[in-house]
Structures are given as C-alpha cells and as structure tokens.
C-alpha cells in the first residue's frame, strides 16, 4: 500500500511540474504577444496622433487663411461702408448748402429754372414752405403776367425739399429741388471726395 501511495504521489508530482511548465509557457507566451500587441498598438496609435497632429496643423493653417481672407474682406466692406456713409453726409449737406442761399439768390434762379423747364401747359409749382412764405407772391405774379412758359400757378401745398422747385404736370413732375440737383451729381465726384474725406494718396 505504501509503495502504491508513493507511486501516486511521485504521479501527482510529476503533473504539478507539468502543469507548472505548461502554465509558465502559456504565461511567457501570453505575456510576448501581449507585449507585441502593446508594442503595435503603441505604434499604431503614434502615428495615428502624427496623422492628426499634421491634419489638425493643416486645418488650423487653413482656418488662419480663411480667417485673413475674411477679416480683409469685413475691413474692405467696412471701408467701403465708411466711404459710402461719408459720402452720402457730404451729398446731404450740399443741399443743405443751397438751401441756404439767400433769397434773393433763389428767386433768380427760380425764374432761370421756370423759363428752362417750364412748359406750354397748365402745371403747378410747388416749393417749400420757407421759400412760398419769402418770395411766393413776388412768383406768383410773374406768373399771372405770363412771364414765364405755359400757364404755371403757386401750388398751395408746401414740399419737403430744402429748396428748388417741383413742376407738377398732372401726369408727370419735373423735380428741381435742392436734392434732386445734389443727387444727379452723385458719382461724379466720389473719387476727389475720398481722397479728401480719406487723406488718400
């Protein structure tokens, strides 16, 4: 019995020791690929963040020259509104301008403006309140006497203008105002304008 047991136990020990071996060799090679995994893996991973390293430097270049591209076009426009706005104060303030000449200044050319584009017709006269108040009398006599072309008469109603006339045909009108002479003038000027608005070279 005791040679048995012996015989068992020298059995048991030999599969401990083989079971140790073939555990160490499963360990040792679990653990090399485990190693080569991570080895791949790591490289791998390096050049997948080089990859978007360089996509992320490229996109960031991009956007930079998007956003020059942009904020030249926003300065441009910017600009352009300035010289727009600008413009249109100095336009605005030239009717002012004439709108300020003397009264006598205006009822000369007044009469100039009557005997050009008055025409072989009934129309009105309209001007503004300042003005018909001033001297609409002195022109709505010299319209009775026939002084000027067609039948013209003082409108009674009063024009927001700052000046000027505006001959009302019934179906159509002939603006003269202030404004309106500013207006056609528009574009002529623009370039010397700038250059002195904007100290341009």
């Not at 003397?102 to 009557?114: A, C, G, H, M, T």
């Not at 010299?142 to 000027?164: K, V, Y």
């Amino acid at each position: 019995m005791a040679d048995n047991t012996s015989g068992i136990e020298k059995i048991l020990e030999k599969i401990r020791e083989y079971g140790d071996e073939t555990s160490k060799a499963v360990i040792d090679e679990s653990t090399r690929k485990a190693e080569e995994l991570a080895s791949a893996a790591e490289s791998e991973s390096a050049a997948f963040i080089d990859a978007e390293k360089e996509s992320l430097k490229k996109e960031i270049e991009r956007l930079e020259s998007q956003a020059e591209v942009d904020f030249s076009a926003v300065k441009r426009d910017r600009s352009l509104a300035l010289k727009q706005e600008m413009l249109e104060k100095v336009y605005e303030r030239a009717a002012q301008l004439l709108g300020g000449i003397s009264d006598d200044e205006k009822l000369v050319l007044y009469r100039k403006w009557l005997h050009k584009y008055g025409e072989e017709t009934d129309y009105s006269v309209v001007m503004n309140k300042h003005d018909r108040d001033a001297f609409g009398d002195i022109l709505s006599a010299e319209m009775s006497r026939g002084e000027f072309p067609g039948h013209p008469s003082l409108s009674a109603f009063n024009a927001e203008i700052s000046g000027g006339l505006i001959l009302d045909f019934g179906d159509t009108r002939t603006d003269i105002s202030f404004e309106s002479a500013v207006e056609s003038e528009k574009g002529k000027f623009d370039g010397e304008l700038i250059k002195i608005l904007f100290a341009e070279r």
